[in-house]
């Protein structure tokens, strides 16, 4: 069974950064697309970034992008996602999810895309 553990959230203030990091584990075959998802109290779960399994490809939100950036460690079987310029508007729990086939595709950007999920990590962002 394949486990994802994310790591990495906490408190920070606006314009700080933050360097989330998600672990791996089961029989993931080693060709998989990874994403983050994130959901505010409230809010729907939404789409943050993808990755394809080489690194090649990502995809980011229109709010995250240039602030945020997606990538990942095969050897290590770990994803990052390094937040910078954090705002208030991206507190929320982020989660990791793997697709575990090797095609990253425009339907990458949706949760119903991914099989495998962590339990999510709390990022909170004091203005």
């Known amino acids: 069974q394949v486990q994802l553990v994310e790591t990495g959230g906490g408190l920070v203030q606006a314009g700080g950064s933050l360097r989330l990091s998600c672990s791996a584990s089961?029989?993931?075959?080693?060709?998989?697309?990874m994403a983050w998802f994130r959901q505010a109290p409230g809010k729907e779960r939404e789409f943050v970034a993808a990755?394809?399994?080489?690194?090649?490809?990502?995809g980011y939100a229109d709010s995250v992008q240039e602030r945020f950036t997606i990538s990942r460690d095969n050897m290590k079987n770990t994803l990052y996602l390094q937040m910078n310029s954090l705002t208030p508007e991206d507190t929320a729990v982020y989660y990791c999810?793997?697709?575990?086939?090797?095609?990253?595709?425009?339907?990458?950007?949706?949760?119903?895309?991914?099989?495998?999920w962590g339990r999510g990590t709390q990022v909170t962002v004091s203005s």
């Open positions: 990755i394809s399994r080489t690194a090649g490809t990502t």
């Open positions: 999810a793997l697709d575990p086939t090797s095609l990253y595709r425009p339907g990458s950007r949706s949760q119903y895309a991914y099989d495998y």
């Open positions: 089961g029989p993931t075959g080693g060709t998989y697309v």
